[in-house]
């Protein structure tokens, strides 16, 4: 079996990829190749995260509140600027109130922080891949990276929506995601040993922020490499057998039945839509091209591990 005839869409990994692939390999195959029967987000939802997650960066970047309303605004696109999500109380106005709602935070506990630089460019949405052995590749973004106007120590500050009227830490503390942030950071301050990770985290429903933080480690790094090479690894071992399992504990999660309930035991020649190299090529300008090799040298080279 060679790697290389392994469908290139799910050679793609990223974070969110990778927690599908844990909770339903069979999922995760035929959301990256098939067309789903249905959207698993509605739009309001979608574009309420992405003004939200704007409007953030904007205050954290100083400028004037018209300006800020202005690019939450250009941002929404949904035909119907009163489009909602009324259960969970999701609108353009309140992804306003919500981003208002940041500013005691800005002023508060991220007082003493100040946006941090990359190649001359605020560091928000930082885009990164990673070249991976036989054509995988590895692809995340950061939203936004802060400096510690004494120390300069470095915070990842991480925005989160939700429905939920409560939220854990539990859900973030011990998240993989944080730990690739490891990759970025230690581009912008190479010598630094321990970052910080905060998860901004909106509750929609009750209009609160609760803020989670942690301290991580560089070293933590090695772990992250090798259980992402673990998902390589178990990926060519689902197309040596040409079987990627279903796991039925899944099929039925946040109170939404799966979208592929009815007809993931169906033949997957079936449903597979076929693979458009010209269409589907990954045309992402990322702002940082790394290479495992590089990365694991980086890790060696560290005198803190």
């Given at each position: 079996?060679?790697?290389?005839?392994?469908?290139?869409?799910?050679?793609?990994?990223?974070?969110?990829?990778?927690?599908?692939?844990?909770?339903?390999?069979?999922?995760?195959?035929?959301?990256?190749?098939?067309?789903?029967?249905?959207?698993?987000?509605?739009?309001?939802?979608?574009?309420?995260?992405?003004?939200?997650?704007?409007?953030?960066?904007?205050?954290?970047?100083?400028?004037?509140?018209?300006?800020?309303?202005?690019?939450?605004?250009?941002?929404?696109?949904?035909?119907?600027?009163?489009?909602?999500?009324?259960?969970?109380?999701?609108?353009?106005?309140?992804?306003?109130?919500?981003?208002?709602?940041?500013?005691?935070?800005?002023?508060?506990?991220?007082?003493?922080?100040?946006?941090?630089?990359?190649?001359?460019?605020?560091?928000?949405?930082?885009?990164?891949?990673?070249?991976?052995?036989?054509?995988?590749?590895?692809?995340?973004?950061?939203?936004?990276?802060?400096?510690?106007?004494?120390?300069g120590q470095l915070l990842v500050l991480e925005v989160k929506t939700t429905g939920s009227k409560y939220v854990s830490e539990a859900s973030y503390k011990n998240s993989s995601q944080a730990l690739g942030y490891s990759l970025v950071l230690d581009s912008i301050a190479p010598n630094e040993s321990e970052y910080k990770v905060w998860y901004l985290v909106y509750m929609t429903t009750v209009q609160r922020f609760e803020l989670f933080p942690f301290e991580k480690h560089y070293s933590d790094r090695a772990f992250w490499i090798q259980e992402l090479m673990m998902d390589v690894q178990r990926l060519q071992y689902y197309e040596e057998q040409d079987r990627y399992p279903c796991y039925g504990e899944s099929c039925n999660s946040f109170n939404r039945v799966c979208e592929f309930f009815t007809i993931c035991t169906m033949n997957t020649r079936t449903l597979a839509v076929a693979y458009n190299e010209k269409e589907m090529q990954d045309k992402g300008e990322y702002s940082l091209e790394l290479s495992l090799l590089d990365i694991i040298q980086s890790q060696l080279d560290r005198k803190d591990i």
């Open positions: 079996m060679h790697a290389q005839t392994i469908d290139p869409r799910l050679t793609r990994l990223s974070y969110s990829g990778r927690n599908l692939l844990h909770s339903c390999p069979r999922k995760y195959q035929l959301t990256k190749i098939s067309k789903a029967p249905y959207e698993a987000e509605d739009n309001v939802t979608l574009a309420f995260g992405t003004v939200v997650g704007l409007g953030i960066q904007c205050v954290l970047e100083d400028k004037q509140w018209t300006q800020v309303v202005f690019e939450m605004f250009m941002a929404w696109n949904l035909a119907d600027i009163y489009a909602e999500e009324e259960r969970l109380n999701k609108s353009f106005w309140t992804a306003i109130f919500a981003v208002q709602s940041f500013q005691s935070i800005r002023t508060g506990p991220l007082a003493d922080y100040e946006l941090a630089y990359f190649k001359d460019k605020p560091a928000v949405e930082l885009s990164f891949r990673i070249s991976l052995p036989n054509e995988f590749t590895y692809r995340g973004y950061v939203d936004v990276v802060l400096r510690h106007k004494i120390t």
